[in-house]
């Protein structure tokens, strides 16, 4: 019997790199997998994949910065699939630039999407998993969420957040048998270079994506180890860097 038969699991982001993948992963464990992205259209090809493989997911368009559509992905889950077993935050974007730029547009994303949706997704699920007694949060966060420095000073701000958020959670539902891990992925293979504009920011990075960095499928396998250890066991921390990354 696979490690995770009869549980759901909701990814957030979905639609391409560390989301895609931790669907595929979880759903080979054995999960009813729910995989949420704003674009519907992308998830077309995951959950014929999924599905080929004798899986099953749920398909769902979502904005987790807008409250409303966050609430609603938590109990289309619980309503259709019947529970919220593991919720994994990995919807986020990266925007580099050095804070002097006056990127307040791009600083505003990603405090919307990094923090504020992480927040309202989890709101919602963490509702359902005290009812049911149990649960499993997965938080993406970043290295960038343990060590600032130029060219990311607000999209590290916002992975400080995840953190302090995370921990804060750890402590809040330990009673309620919830547990609580953060992931922080150093560099990996993603589209989340391409949501950066600021030319210095682009230039500033390429040594380190130079590198053999890691593969989504990489932060997959990470997020499925913590998700499968047994009740007893809570993974709070995980650090993830290429083997030649330094910072």
Known sequence: MAKLDGKV???????????????????????????AARREDRLNDLVGRIEGDG????????DVADEEQAHALIQRAK??????????????????????????????????????????????AVQVMKEQGSGHLVNISSVAGRKA????????????????????????????????????????????????????AKEGI???YGLDILQAEDIANAIAYCVTQPERVSVNEILIRPTQQAN
Not at 104 to 110: A, G, I, K, L, N
Request: charged share 20%; proline share 2%; aromatic share 4%.
């Open 206 to 208: 390429k040594s380190i």
């Open 149 to 200: 420095g130029p060219l990311r000073g607000a999209y590290s701000g916002t992975k400080f957040a995840v953190n302090a958020i995370s921990e804060a959670l750890r402590q809040e539902l330990i009673e309620d048998n919830v547990r609580v891990t953060v992931v922080e992925p150093g560099a990996v293979e993603t589209e989340l270079t391409s949501h950066i504009t600021d030319e210095e």
């Open 79 to 124: 309503d259709e699939l019947g529970s919220v077993d593991i919720l994994v935050n990995n919807a986020g974007v990266m925007q580099l630039s050095k804070i002097e730029k006056g990127l307040s547009d791009e600083w505003r994303t990603m405090f919307d999407v990094n923090v504020m949706g992480l927040l309202y997704v989890t709101d919602a």
């Open 9 to 35: 699991a909701i990814i957030t982001g979905a639609s391409s790199g560390i989301g895609e993948a931790t669907a595929e992963a979880l759903a080979t464990e054995g999960a009813a997998v729910v995989v």
């Open 55 to 62: 899986g099953r997911v749920l398909p769902v368009a979502c």
